[in-house]
């Protein structure tokens, strides 16, 4: 199936989790990427289970923060 | 690394920081790491610091997403993050280092502790948790 990852089309897997695509597409330091599908955000804890559909679009941001 | 900023831009993110005092002020910036080596900020996004204190910043998700999506349709590169101090000097915090977590990023602090001296520098923050380095890079309002 087709998917969007970062603004990118590809072809991937049927049935991926979006824990899959993020090993797949090798995601640096994964344990502070925040997902979006289709400009909604992904609770965390959800990746290992959210299965992707054709034609998602699919968003790593990672988490900006700090303090003084 | 030799950074540089547009006048019209610094004085764009000092408006703003200045306006959302006491809170932390915060956003991203974007450009492009030219062939001479220079990395050279295009771009400023004013964004909401969602935590809404004078202590802590996090960057509103939604309005980063929305500035990816735009630096990507104006062909300029996630360069980093901004973010002011407002009673504090113009150096990454023990949270400020844990989490700088993109060894490629430029953050950049603006301090307004002293009101009529704003101070913007620069920094690299690289290294694994609990023993991050810091470089403060050289940056250059043009």
Known sequence: ??????????????????????????????????????????ESGTFDT??????????????????? | MRVTIKKEDYERM????????????????????????????????????????????SIDPKEQLASIKDMRANGLKPLGNWHSHPESPSRPSEEDKRLANDSKASYLILSLMEEDKPVLNAFHVEGEQGSRTVRKEELEII
Do not use: W
Request: proline share 2%; charged share 30%.
């Open chain 1, 50 to 68: 959210h299965v992707l559909k054709e034609g998602d679009e699919v968003e790593f941001l990672y988490f900006m923060g700090g303090g003084r």
């Open chain 2, 14 to 57: 000092l408006e703003y920081a200045l306006s959302k005092r006491p809170e932390e002020a915060c956003g991203l910036i974007a450009g492009e790491d030219s062939e001479d080596g220079v990395r050279k900020i295009r771009k400023v996004y004013l964004l909401t610091n969602i935590d809404h204190t004078n202590e802590h910043f």
């Open chain 1, 1 to 42: 199936m087709k998917i969007t990852v970062a603004g990118e089309k590809k072809e991937v897997a049927e049935n991926l989790t979006v824990a899959q695509l993020i090993e797949q597409e090798n995601v640096e330091t994964p344990q502070y990427v925040t997902v979006s599908i289709n400009e909604e955000f992904l």
